[in-house]
Nanobody
Framework: QVQLVESGGGLVQAGGSLRLSCVTS????????MGWFRQAPGAEREFVAT????????NYADSVKGRFTISRDNAKNTVYLQMNSLKPEDTAVYYC?????????????????WGQGTQVTVSS
């Protein structure tokens, strides 16, 4: 069983930055593609970013391109989401997910394991 634990969320003013981290248990982290999703109140959970098993390929939602960066450190079983130029509309619970594939997926059903989420609130 793979467990994912997110951290790094919080309250930040518009224009500020946060870095989310997701630590994954197990020895197979390097064989999983990883992703970040988010869910605002009353909304569907939506794709934010994904990264391939070795970090060689990334993909982003249009709404975050140029502002967010996904990265991973396989030696630390950790995936990161650097969020810059934050906007109030980025407010949501952010979830980390792992997929038993080498390449990333942009849809929820492409992921096999999920974390519990971390709250990000951006004030105007």
């Amino acid at each position: 069983q793979v467990q994912l634990v997110e951290s790094g969320g919080g309250l930040v003013q518009a224009g500020g930055s946060l870095r989310l981290s997701c630590v994954t248990s197990g020895r197979t982290f390097s064989s999983y593609a990883m992703g970040w999703f988010r869910q605002a109140p009353g909304a569907e959970r939506e794709f934010v970013a994904t990264i391939s098993w070795n970090g060689g390929s990334t993909n982003y939602a249009d709404s975050v391109k140029g502002r967010f960066t996904i990265s991973r450190d396989n030696a630390k079983n950790t995936v990161y989401l650097q969020m810059n130029s934050l906007k109030p509309e980025d407010t949501a619970v952010y979830y980390c997910a792992a997929a038993k594939y080498l390449s990333g997926r942009t849809y929820r059903t492409g992921y096999d394991y999920w974390g519990q989420g971390t709250q990000v609130t951006v004030s105007s």
